[in-house]
């Protein structure tokens, strides 16, 4: 067992080096900078610091490049990281109407305060391959840059919420739990919800989404609002008794207007999906959104149809993507014991069953 041991850390090792290797590639291709990746595949950038629980570009960039572009692997590393990493004190919430919009869209009214602000996004391209990139170092045309709105942004569930049209959000200064150092408890509160899904797979949060667009869970939501942009981050130092801005980050919210008939207390009216992510990721902040607003129906007195969307444990605890991986990729590792109980056990039932068939055919000859 010991020669064994011995020569598996041999065979590891190798397996690190060539991997390294197999990272760099063909040597005589420029390798790829941090800053390059951290520029050029920044919605990849973003991808790993929303799922990986720490805004950080030039790490998400760094992990990138050692996951060779896998981002799940990306994901994993950051986590890991993050766990180093000692907590000096907790930011105050961060207030989303002091967003400098880079991108600000509504689906329920043309005119809103503030406009509409398309910034840069693919929804209006044609999906053609560009071949002009494959030209490289041409620089792109510079685009006409709006100037920033200073003044503050209000949400459009504001002007719904002044007819008393939608749902009003009760306030709620409990602290949510912290995943990052708790494990999940069920049932959760929506703040724990919604964390779990901030750090959800976005293939996954999507899959759900899109399944309550098909009729999986009665969800046929407006798009009330998504803003990309930076907000200020404070935090409140003890020592100076107010806050101060610490810094800024990037990041995508969604508000989705959904219809509800109503209930013995509540009038007919709108209510809400929301979702909140770091960084530019607008798909996975309007799926979670949808899948926020489907895990509602108990509060809101709703009929569950049973609906994968609507099942708190299903989505809750297979949306992570590290443990969905981890606990997947397991299985490719050595199970020589168990295989081998599970081999004898099959030979075991193939030589009773043999033996049975050899008596019964002795009784029929007999």
Same mark, same amino acid.
């Given at each position: 067992m010991y020669v064994a041991v011995?020569?598996?850390?041999?065979?590891?090792?190798?397996?690190?080096?060539w991997l390294a290797e197999e990272r760099r590639g063909d040597l005589d291709v420029a390798e790829l900078s941090?800053?390059?990746?951290? =520029?050029?595949?920044?919605?990849?950038?973003? &991808?790993?610091?929303?799922?990986?629980?720490?805004?950080?570009?030039?790490?998400?960039?760094?992990?990138?490049?050692?996951?060779?572009?896998?981002?799940?692997?990306?994901i994993f590393l950051i986590r890991a990281y993050r766990t180093t990493l000692p907590r000096?004190?907790?930011?105050?919430?961060?207030?989303?109407?002091?967003?400098?919009?880079? &991108? &600000?869209?509504?689906?329920? @009214?043309?005119?809103?305060?503030?406009?509409?602000? !398309?910034?840069?996004?693919?929804? @209006? *391209?044609?999906?053609? !391959?560009?071949?002009?990139?494959?030209?490289?170092?041409?620089?792109?045309?510079?685009?006409?840059?709006?100037?920033?709105? &200073? =003044?503050p942004t209000?949400?459009?569930?504001?002007?719904?919420?002044?007819?008393?049209?939608?749902?009003?959000?009760?306030?709620?200064?409990?602290?949510?739990?912290?995943l990052t150092r708790e494990p999940i408890k069920l049932p959760g509160t929506r703040p724990l919800r919604l964390q779990s899904l901030a750090r959800g797979d976005e293939g996954f949060v999507l899959s759900m989404a899109y399944s309550t667009q098909r009729g999986y869970g009665r969800n046929h939501?407006?798009?009330g609002e998504l803003r990309?942009?930076?907000?200020?981050?404070?935090?409140?130092?003890?020592?100076?008794?107010?806050?101060?801005?610490?810094?800024?980050?990037e990041v995508t919210e969604c508000e989705t207007v959904n219809q509800f008939t109503g209930s013995k207390t509540e009038p007919p009216q709108f209510t809400?999906? @929301?979702?909140? *992510?770091?960084?530019m990721c607008e798909r996975k902040a309007i799926s979670m959104a949808l899948v926020d607003r489907a895990l509602r129906w108990e509060e809101l007195g709703e009929d569950n149809v049973g609906a994968p969307a609507q099942d708190e444990e299903f989505v809750l605890m297979h949306s992570d993507n590290i443990q969905a991986s981890g606990f997947l990729e397991h299985i490719k590792l050595p199970h020589y014991v168990d295989f081998q109980s599970e081999l004898e056990l099959i030979r075991k039932i193939r030589r009773e069953v043999a033996q049975a068939q050899t008596e019964q055919t002795q009784e029929a000859a007999e």
């Open positions: 011995k020569g598996g850390e041999r065979a590891i090792d190798n397996a690190h080096t941090i800053a390059q990746i951290r =520029e050029q595949l920044k919605l990849a950038v973003t &991808r790993v610091m929303a799922e990986g629980s720490l805004y950080d570009p030039d790490l998400a960039a760094l992990a990138i490049k050692q996951a060779r572009g896998d981002l799940i692997e990306a000096f004190g907790v930011s105050n919430p961060i207030d989303t109407a002091d967003m400098t919009c880079d &991108r &600000r869209v509504s689906a329920t @009214y043309k005119d809103v305060p503030g406009g509409q602000v !398309l910034g840069p996004t693919f929804d @209006y *391209t044609h999906r053609l !391959l560009d071949f002009a990139l494959a030209a490289e170092g041409e620089a792109p045309v510079p685009a006409p840059k709006a100037e920033p709105r &200073r =003044e209000p949400h459009v569930t504001e002007f719904l919420n002044k007819e008393g049209l939608i749902q009003g959000e009760a306030p709620n200064d409990e602290t949510p739990p912290d939501p407006f798009v990309i942009g930076q907000v200020p981050v404070e935090m409140e130092i003890p020592e100076l008794g107010f806050s101060i801005e610490i810094g800024e980050i809400r999906g @929301y979702g909140l *992510t770091l960084g």
